[in-house]
């Protein structure tokens, strides 16, 4: 068997043995139920007599079948549903494996390191592509059924599509944390430190960058404040300009790009060089 | 097929400034079921897992069938390194079906291939139980069968039985003496259970603070103990016997036994017949002359003393 057919091999099997995981399923069965619910909510909400401000809601929402679709991915972010078992999943995959010693079972197959973790890493995003599928799916079928088919769906189509890429990336950097620690609690809480660190970055950014419209600020903030859209944080939301029917920014790419790379990188460095008893 | 199935040539590995593998050389010739032996702590699974590659060395080479080791060569290894571990909400089946996959056996080989392991271990049976359900003694079976996918030319087995109950460690000596015998896979087994490696190995290597003290066939190990020709010798009258010892030049008395007989260590040409004649011409009665039987626990206690 080849390299990369064994490697298609090894996404099979780590995406089954993903799959059979109760966290796993949990999840796809939270997408679900997303995907019911967000829909439902909105429909509620666009046929209550409800006021806000003197104006009915259901104007003011002017709800169809794409804002049920964005709604439901907006909804899963910001309740950090996805992002939560991206991080248990990944940790799981490696971290959990190391300590569990299975890890060691599959180190002693005739297969490259990197091939491993190359499998482990499409496995997640397997599961992320299969969460944000069923989401999708689900959630136009019902927003299809209560709204009809009226509204633009390419933007939430992408919006989608982006996400996915994202939560790729994001997998990669917790696939990366996880080979550096091994160690499952130190793996989660080092994820959630990074991100709380990278979330208070981003509002000291645009805290500064409000500043700096109200008055003059050195030119080296001034820089420090270009570098917002480089943010992980940035690149790790670059889906949500789709999802609100903003433009896009390239930088967002580009970084999510980098991130992703380089913590591919370092974590097949560091998988090819680590000890596993 | 190279003669050498395993040589390792040098091997260190250090942990701080304890150095637990130091400059081992081992060699496994193709069909010997070795026996690498070793008091806790001597540095066996180090060793173990420095060959499969689990761990870096700081140091030295390993040969698989003469090819330097790498993934590669990973495919004619099966291995089983401490406690095996499996991914226990999952069956006996999906596990040997995941690890199918990472042997590179394409699923209808796979297939094949994990039907003819379960029913070599005796688990067909149980293959669609959850592996977390499983015995001590069906998880070594289990992992035995997973180190036999692909058919490996050679076992790496650390510590088979360790938990076993007899009836389990009968089970998987058994089978370890079956594979090496129809199966013609050569074995190299770790253990500090001197008397299983005994029963089982044709060769044996004897490790100690990560150095190889002594090696050779079980016979050579024994024989160069036998060399030394201890008897132990008993009669009715004890200090006619001790006193008729004590007069002869040509052997050394070594005091009481733990059966409590007095033994003695032959010098010379002198042979247990030609003692017996004397200590019969002396007038003593004998109840016993019997030559110490050496074990490899006697062996392995000299060794590493």
Excluded at chain 1, 62 to 72: I, K, Q, Y
Excluded at chain 1, 135 to 150: E, K, M, P
Excluded at chain 2, 221 to 246: F, P, Q
Aim: include cysteine; glycine fraction near 10%; charge should be negative.
């Amino acid at each position: 068997m080849s390299l990369p057919t064994h490697v298609l091999a090894l996404w099979r099997a780590e995406t089954i043995k993903l799959l059979s995981r109760t966290s796993a399923r949990l999840g796809l069965i939270g997408a679900i139920a997303i995907s019911l619910l967000i829909p439902l909510i909105l429909f509620w909400l666009s046929n209550t007599g409800m006021e806000m401000n003197g104006t009915e809601v259901k104007d003011a929402l002017g709800a169809d079948a794409p804002m049920a679709l964005n709604w439901s991915l907006r909804f899963l972010h910001w309740a950090f549903i996805l992002r939560a078992f991206i991080i248990l999943l990944g940790t799981m995959t490696i971290a959990g494996e190391f300590s569990a010693k299975t890890l060691r079972e599959d180190l002693l197959r005739p297969v490259p390191r990197a091939a491993i973790l190359a499998a482990k890493w499409a496995a997640l995003s397997t599961w992320i592509g299969l969460f944000l599928g069923i989401t999708w799916l689900i959630s136009s079928v019902l927003g299809l059924i209560l709204f009809g088919t009226d509204g633009g769906w390419q933007d939430p189509a992408l919006a989608y599509l982006v996400a996915g890429l994202c939560n790729v990336g994001f997998a990669a950097l917790v696939l990366a944390i996880a080979v550096c620690i091994r160690s499952v609690p130190v793996t989660i809480v080092g994820v959630f430190l990074f991100l709380v660190m990278n979330t208070f970055l981003g509002w000291g950014l645009t805290v500064v960058s409000w500043i700096s419209e109200m008055a003059d600020v050195p030119e080296a903030v001034e820089f420090v404040i270009q570098a917002r859209p480089w943010l992980p944080s940035s690149a790790l939301g670059a889906w949500y300009g789709f999802a609100v029917g903003e433009p896009w920014i390239w930088q967002n790419f580009a970084a999510l790009g980098l991130l992703t790379a380089l913590s591919a990188l370092v974590a097949a460095a560091v998988f090819e060089w680590i000890d596993v008893p | 097929m190279s003669d050498t199935a395993l040589e390792v040539r040098g091997l260190t590995r250090s942990f701080g400034k304890r150095a637990a593998v130091k400059s081992l050389d081992l060699q496994v010739q193709t069909g010997d079921v070795y026996g690498f032996l070793g008091p806790n702590g001597a540095g066996k699974t180090t060793a173990m897992r420095c060959i499969l590659g689990l761990i870096r060395s700081d140091s030295g080479e390993v040969n698989v069938f003469g090819q330097r080791r790498s993934y590669r060569s990973l495919r004619d290894v099966g291995a089983i390194v401490e406690t095996p571990a499996f991914h226990v909400w999952m069956t006996g089946m999906e596990n040997l079906n995941l690890a199918a996959a990472y042997s590179g056996l394409t699923p209808k080989h796979g297939k094949e291939e994990i039907a003819r392991v379960l029913e070599r271990v005796g688990l067909s049976e149980r293959s669609s139980d959850k592996a977390g359900t499983y015995s001590l003694g069906m998880k070594q079976r289990l992992a035995i069968a997973r180190a036999l996918l692909g058919r490996p030319k050679l076992l790496l087995l650390d510590e088979p039985t360790n938990g076993l109950d007899p009836r389990g460690m009968r089970e998987v000596r058994e089978l370890i003496r079956s594979l090496a015998l129809h199966d013609q896979i050569t074995v190299l087994i770790s253990s500090h259970l001197l008397g299983e490696v005994q029963a089982i190995c044709n060769r044996v290597g004897i490790i100690q603070e990560g150095t190889l003290r002594a090696e050779g066939t079980v016979e050579e190990l024994l024989d160069a103990e036998a060399a030394e020709r201890i008897l132990e010798v008993a009669s009715v009258d004890e200090g006619a016997l001790k006193a008729a010892l004590e007069g002869m030049d040509d052997l050394d008395l070594l005091g009481a036994g733990a059966s409590g007989r007095l033994r003695v260590r032959l010098q010379g040409t002198l042979t247990a017949g030609a003692l017996n004649r004397r200590l019969v011409q002396a007038d003593i009665d004998l109840t016993a002359l019997v030559p110490e039987t050496r074990s490899l626990e006697d062996v392995f206690l000299e060794v590493t003393k």
